[in-house]
């Protein structure tokens, strides 16, 4: 761990010393977890990660820099920008494996596009209920789009348990096969994005 | 001695940081004293300043309420709403263009552009017009401070090219930008500090021609807003418009078509039409009285609240839709929500107060002044980045996913909105051609999948890579939104190490060349305001002497040669003749003349002091 070249302080964070508040010039890309001090891994607790939040950015943040001129301005601007980049990363659980599975060296989603045949079926038939709805403007469709939430979040609440206990493991496994977990709940949550947008305008009260 | 040093001192102007609300309808000024935000205003008043340009033949422009006194009189050379404008283009417009009484073009830059009198202004340059008037105001409520620097609102919804506007609107009128912040995140501010409250809150804010909606989280001092949505096309003014709509349809038999386009009756037309919507507030039933004795028209019509209900129930659903994404995008559900603040003059309409509580399952806070609240949230802001205490935090985001353009035009997504600011991305280019020296790219701001349906923000050219084969050239570009929502864009090719040059050629910008020619012309009138003050001053000092030197006749008279009297007399009459001109060079030659000749004066009467002061005393004691 290194210190604080003002103080001496060891650093929690390579952003900024805790101690005296100086801003700390980064060189290289730290991880999530360095940005934010906490430790590596799948589990994160979500209230020790708002606090890192908010007690890195009340150190951080421009507006409590911009007295000190530019140069500290700009650092400051620099820095809190990869508190709240590691902060969004870590709290979305899909970034969150996106980054696990990017450091340790698995396929991006781009380079592993295979999914089981049965799989593709299922979100063929999503979208087959998607459409309908879609075309049936004017009828509530809102019980029928909650029925199929419901199915869908449970499934990318199992999908997700399973890729999470991969990643906690000491071997998790095949990379392939991890993507492929993955690759289910970004289909999942496209899917949800729809449902979403599409009951969005289905309660709009100007198409009614 | 030392009083008069204190006098001194006590005369300097001081400086201050203030919170402005540069509204549509109007703008307002606020300053932080004794750990409070107060608005500033001259005694009297409500320091309130319609957002209105007047042009009059000769002189500098009207601002505010002297202007809107010109608005039926001289409708072609009066503006309205000039925020709504901003960093907008011709095809943005649509419903605004309508019934313009004035030329609206778009120059090769984008950038709108309004003939008055034979000039082209921009929006920025309005826009500083209004600025500069409220800090003017703002000084002279506190005893002709001066304003060192200020924090601006813009609407949350504002993209980059109309928060790019407003900053170099301030800039024009002179002012030091120390933040834009969000409206709803200012209104935040002042509720949270006015009435300690905490938790999860959603703000409403319908001004005159903005509409935005704010869900936060306020906890021990940290506001942080969750989402953010709005139509930066949809407030006050579209009711007005209405209600002008109505007018029209109900004239359309008595009244030519060229006499309903006409300026004049326009202009007449929305001002009725907007005292129609406040009466409607109160009163069940409002009489509209139009008299244009020009067109023949005296015309009389009531409209009822049901009416006009009616005919802008489609404008509140809209902003309700904006709600119900904001509402998702947070991640919070409506029973979560602590509280609703309605923000903004046009929050009190009832139905706009009925369908907000509708949706919101909740009576809304309606304690504070909504006109006052964004100004005073700005001005807690100042004293925030004024190093006056960090107690308060805003956690702020971008309204608007960031975007670039792909090959097919689609558009591939760097950053999410409501993304918490400042944030940034790093994207990597190459080059497809062996030796390519330049990479182009558009980018975009939107949530819509195609580039076209997006707003651009400019085409920005990466120039000054180094030659090398296809392929090899690693760009790193780093996409920025700082504290104030706005972009910066910086490159390196990796490879080299070499630092790319990046040209931004703004989609609705004024360019560099343009800012600098505009802020020349503003020097320019700048010197003549200046001209103006010293021949003022010139005729105020000519004042004195002759006061003085008349005070002073028997003395003259007694004690000086006759050729300096004739001097004096004749220099005194010249001086005084001199002020009736307004040229300065003339004026200061009679004031130098003038001095010059009442100097033996001066001294007779100088030798008859000193005398009288050391009379009955020893050489020690002087």
Same mark, same amino acid.
Request: proline share 5%; aromatic share 4%; charged share 25%.
């Given at each position: 761990m290194s210190v604080c070249p003002d103080c001496g302080a060891a650093l929690q964070t390579p952003l900024v010393c805790e101690g005296c508040g100086a801003l700390q010039l980064i060189s290289g890309t730290p991880s999530p977890f360095e940005v934010l001090g906490l430790v590596r891994g799948w589990k994160v607790d979500a209230a020790e990660l708002g606090r890192s939040l908010l007690r890195l950015t009340r150190l951080t943040h421009p507006d409590f820099h911009g007295v000190h001129g530019d140069k500290a301005r700009e650092l400051a601007e620099r820095n809190t920008a990869l508190v709240n980049g590691a902060y969004s990363t870590l709290n979305d659980e899909v970034l969150r494996a996106e980054w696990l599975l990017a450091d340790m060296g698995a396929p991006s989603p781009d380079e592993e596009r295979q999914m089981p045949q049965q799989f593709l079926m299922e979100v063929l038939e999503w979208n087959e209920v998607l459409e309908e709805v879609r075309a049936e403007k004017g009828q509530d469709n809102h019980s029928r789009l909650d029925g199929l939430r419901t199915d869908l979040q449970a499934q990318r609440a199992t999908s997700l348990e399973r890729l999470g206990q991969r990643l906690e493991a000491v071997d998790p496994g095949d990379p392939q096969t991890l993507r492929q977990e993955l690759n289910t709940v970004r289909y999942l949550d496209r899917t949800l994005n729809e449902l979403d947008e599409l009951a969005l305008e289905q309660s709009s009260t100007r198409s009614a | 001695m030392g009083y008069i040093e204190l006098n001194v001192?006590?005369?300097?102007?001081?400086?201050?940081?203030?919170?402005?609300?540069?509204?549509?309808? %109007?703008?307002?000024?606020?300053?932080?004293?004794?750990?409070?935000?107060?608005?500033? @205003?001259?005694?009297?008043?409500?320091?309130?300043?319609?957002?209105?340009? $007047?042009?009059?033949?000769?002189?500098?422009?009207?601002?505010?309420?002297?202007?809107? /006194?010109?608005?039926?009189?001289?409708?072609?050379?009066?503006?309205? =709403?000039?925020?709504?404008?901003?960093?907008?283009?011709?095809?943005?417009?649509? $419903?605004?263009?309508?019934?313009?009484? +004035?030329?609206?073009?778009? $120059?090769?830059?984008?950038?709108?552009?309004?003939?008055?009198?034979?000039?082209? +202004?921009?929006?920025?340059?309005?826009?500083?017009?209004?600025?500069?008037? &409220?800090?003017?105001?703002?000084? /002279?409520?506190?005893?002709? /401070?001066?304003?060192?620097?200020?924090?601006?609102?813009?609407?949350?919804?504002?993209?980059?090219?109309?928060?790019?506007?407003?900053?170099?609107?301030?800039?024009?009128?002179?002012?030091?930008?120390?933040?834009?912040? %969000?409206?709803?995140? !200012?209104?935040?501010?002042? +509720?949270?500090? *006015?009435?300690?409250?905490?938790? &999860?809150?959603?703000?409403?804010?319908?001004?005159?021609?903005?509409?935005?909606?704010?869900?936060?989280?306020?906890?021990?001092?940290?506001?942080?807003?969750?989402?953010?949505?709005?139509? &930066?096309?949809?407030?006050?003014? *579209?009711?007005?418009?209405?209600?002008?709509?109505?007018?029209?349809? %109900?004239?359309?038999?008595?009244?030519?078509?060229?006499?309903? /386009?006409?300026? !004049?009756?326009?202009?007449?037309? @929305?001002?009725?039409?907007?005292?129609?919507?406040?009466?409607?507030?109160?009163?069940?039933?409002?009489?509209?009285?139009?008299?244009?004795?020009?067109?023949?028209?005296?015309?009389?019509?009531?409209?009822?609240?049901?009416?006009?209900?009616?005919?802008?129930?489609?404008?509140?659903?809209?902003?309700?839709?904006?709600?119900?994404?904001?509402?998702?995008?947070? #991640?919070?559900?409506?029973?979560?929500?602590?509280?609703?603040?309605?923000?903004?003059?046009?929050?009190?309409?009832?139905?706009? @107060?009925?369908?907000?509580?509708?949706?919101?399952? @909740?009576?809304?806070?309606?304690?504070?002044?909504?006109?006052?609240?964004?100004?005073?949230?700005?001005? !807690?802001?100042?004293?925030?980045?004024?190093?006056?205490?960090?107690?308060?935090?805003?956690?702020?985001?971008?309204?608007?996913?960031?975007?670039?353009?792909?090959?097919?035009?689609?558009?591939?997504?760097?950053?999410?909105? $409501?993304?918490?600011?400042?944030? =940034?991305?790093?994207?990597?280019?190459?080059? +497809?051609?062996?030796?390519?020296?330049?990479?182009?790219?558009?980018?975009?701001?939107?949530?819509?999948?195609?580039?076209?349906?997006?707003? =651009?923000?400019?085409?920005?050219?990466?120039?000054?890579?180094?030659?090398?084969?296809?392929?090899?050239?690693?760009?790193?570009?780093?996409?920025?939104?700082?504290?104030? #929502?706005?972009?910066?864009? &910086?490159?390196?090719?990796?490879?080299?190490?070499?630092?790319?040059e990046i040209e931004v050629r703004p989609s609705h910008g004024l360019s560099e060349e343009d800012m600098e020619s505009m802020l020349q012309a503003g020097f320019d009138n700048a010197s003549n305001d200046f001209d103006r003050r010293q021949v003022a001053d010139l005729k105020a000092e000519i004042g004195t002497m002759l006061l003085a030197v008349k005070k002073n006749q028997a003395a003259a008279d007694e004690k000086l040669d006759p050729e300096s009297l004739k001097d004096l007399t004749d220099a005194g009459a010249r001086a005084s003749k001199a002020c009736d001109s307004d040229d300065l060079d003339e004026i200061r030659g009679a004031r130098d003349e003038f001095e010059q000749a009442s100097l033996p004066l001066a001294a007779v009467l100088m030798d008859h002091v000193v005398k009288g002061a050391i009379q009955g005393k020893s050489l020690d004691d002087v």
């Open positions: - | 001192l006590d005369s300097a102007p001081r400086r201050i940081v203030i919170g402005i609300d540069l509204g549509t309808t %109007n703008s307002l000024a606020a300053l932080w004293e004794d750990d409070r935000p107060v608005i500033l @205003r001259q005694e009297g008043t409500s320091g309130i300043i319609p957002s209105v340009i $007047n042009f009059p033949p000769e002189g500098p422009p009207l601002v505010g309420k002297q202007a809107r /006194a010109q608005a039926v009189v001289d409708p072609q050379h009066t503006l309205f =709403s000039v925020k709504r404008l901003l960093g907008r283009g011709l095809a943005d417009l649509k $419903n605004d263009l309508r019934d313009l009484p +004035y030329a609206i073009t778009e $120059n090769e830059n984008g950038v709108l552009e309004i003939e008055i009198r034979g000039r082209k +202004y921009t929006p920025p340059e309005l826009s500083a017009l209004i600025l500069r008037a &409220t800090c003017d105001q703002a000084s /002279a409520a506190f005893g002709n /401070a001066e304003i060192a620097s200020a924090v601006i609102t813009v609407p949350a919804y504002f993209d980059d090219a109309q928060r790019q506007a407003t900053r170099d609107a301030a800039r024009l009128a002179g002012i030091e930008v120390l933040r834009i912040v %969000n409206e709803p995140t !200012a209104a935040s501010l002042a +509720y949270g500090l *006015d009435q300690k409250g905490e938790g &999860t809150v959603a703000i409403y804010d319908l001004g005159g021609g903005t509409f935005d909606v704010s869900i936060l989280s306020i906890e021990e001092g940290v506001f942080r807003v969750l989402a953010t949505n709005g139509d &930066t096309q949809l407030g006050g003014d *579209d009711f007005d418009r209405e209600i002008v709509e109505l007018i029209r349809e %109900n004239l359309a038999g008595e009244v030519s078509a060229e006499d309903l /386009a006409d300026p !004049a009756f326009l202009q007449a037309a @929305r001002l009725a039409a907007e005292k129609c919507k406040i009466a409607l507030s109160s009163d069940p039933r409002h009489e509209i009285h139009l008299s244009l004795p020009d067109i023949g028209l005296n015309w009389r019509h009531g409209i009822t609240r049901e009416e006009f209900e009616e005919r802008i129930s489609p404008l509140v659903d809209r902003t309700l839709d904006c709600c119900r994404r904001a509402m998702a995008d947070s #991640g919070v559900q409506l029973s979560e929500l602590d509280e609703v603040v309605l923000v903004g003059g046009s929050t009190r309409i009832p139905l706009v @107060r009925a369908r907000t509580q509708e949706f919101f399952g @909740r009576p809304p806070h309606t304690e504070l002044n909504p006109d006052e609240v964004v100004a005073l949230g700005a001005a !807690a802001q100042a004293q925030v980045l004024m190093g006056g205490t960090r107690d308060i935090l805003l956690m702020d985001v971008t309204p608007l996913s960031l975007g670039l353009e792909t090959v097919g035009g689609a558009v591939s997504k760097l950053m999410e909105r $409501n993304s918490t600011v400042p944030c =940034s991305v790093t994207e990597g280019f190459t080059t +497809y051609v062996d030796g390519q020296s330049g990479i182009d790219f558009n980018i975009v701001q939107g949530e819509r999948e195609m580039a076209a349906d997006c707003r =651009s923000l400019g085409r920005f050219k990466l120039t000054g890579l180094p030659p090398m084969p296809a392929g090899m050239a690693r760009v790193a570009v780093c996409f920025h939104i700082d504290a104030n #929502g706005l972009l910066t864009v &910086t490159a390196k090719e990796e490879t080299s190490g070499i630092k790319a």
